[in-house]
């Protein structure tokens, strides 16, 4: 086949317009820090990096999860402690009534606080945290406690108070119940009173001008009952806690793992790709050389 001095020039052109589009890929490699700018360039990367950005991006969902969930728990243990202090106030009043030397009177001014200790609570159980009630189950846009306790057997509880779990999901698969059962701690069950219900019976015993001394004085034993209690869920609290911070724990790993995939797959060697800039650069210098070489001058040149 006959080699034209035009085939030479073409070729040469071709060659230098390749060369030219990869020194521009390494200079945009290095201004971006990224192997690829748009899927054409690597298809099978460009899926990977869509993989391990869904895996990212649902690692830091879980994460936003993960604060919910402290939030519950925080609330709701900060909300124990306010029940507990209650209930010592409480106990320390009991402790006054059922005396011998405590008056009628007496008495009726030690059920008047109580009876505001008795409303702080059921406030306490109404607790509203990001729009939320926490101690009202999976019912979360009503209150556990509708009202105050009337003197009359009722305690304002919510009809519908609900005893569901609330979940909320950490991890693929796994999901952590955040609250307690406010129903039973608070208003009781059947045949067992909670802290409200007990409060209304010793606040209308306290009134009750017929109750001894030691009526009043069988109380001290429910209300460390009810302490108890009061501890038992605040343990149970912290047991969610632990295992809520162990999940936290292996989200970050899992973050740094994503982060490092996606890195691995995406990000330049910037050693690599300097070193591949500087060799192409080498290289464009000698094909511009060579191609001055194969534009030889021609008859036209010297016929100006």
Partial sequence: MRVTQFMLANNMLR??????????KYQEQLVTGKKIS??????????????YREDLARV????????????????????LDKVGLALQRVQELVVQASTDTATPEDRKKIA??????????????????????????????????????????????????????????????????????????????TGQDGIVRLLEKIKNDLRDGTK???DID??????EAQQDALLAARSELGAKQ?????????????EVIATKLMSNNEDIEYEKTITDLITQESVHRVALSVGARIIQPTLVDFLR
């Fill in 242 to 254: 632990n295992r809520v911070e162990m999940m936290e724990n292996r989200l970050s790993t899992q």
């Fill in 38 to 51: 748009r899927p054409s360039d690597d298809p099978v990367v460009a899926m990977k990096g869509i993989a």
């Fill in 212 to 214: 001894t001394g030691d």
């Fill in 60 to 79: 830091k969902q879980y994460q936003r999860n993960i604060g919910e969930v402290h939030n519950w728990i925080d609330s709701a243990d900060d909300a």
């Fill in 218 to 223: 069988g109380y001290l034993g429910k209300i």
């Fill in 112 to 189: 008047d606080e109580i009876e505001q200790i008795q409303k702080h609570i059921v406030d306490v159980a109404n607790t509203k945290v990001g729009g939320k009630y926490i101690f009202n189950g999976a019912d979360t846009k009503n209150p556990l406690f509708i009202g105050y306790p009337d003197g009359m057997g009722g305690l304002g509880l919510n009809p519908n108070a609900n005893t569901s779990d609330v979940e909320i999901e950490v991890f693929d698969g796994i999901k952590l119940d955040v609250n307690i059962n406010g129903k039973e701690l608070f208003a009781g069950t």
């Fill in 15 to 24: 060659n230098l317009s390749n060369s030219y589009e990869r020194l521009g």
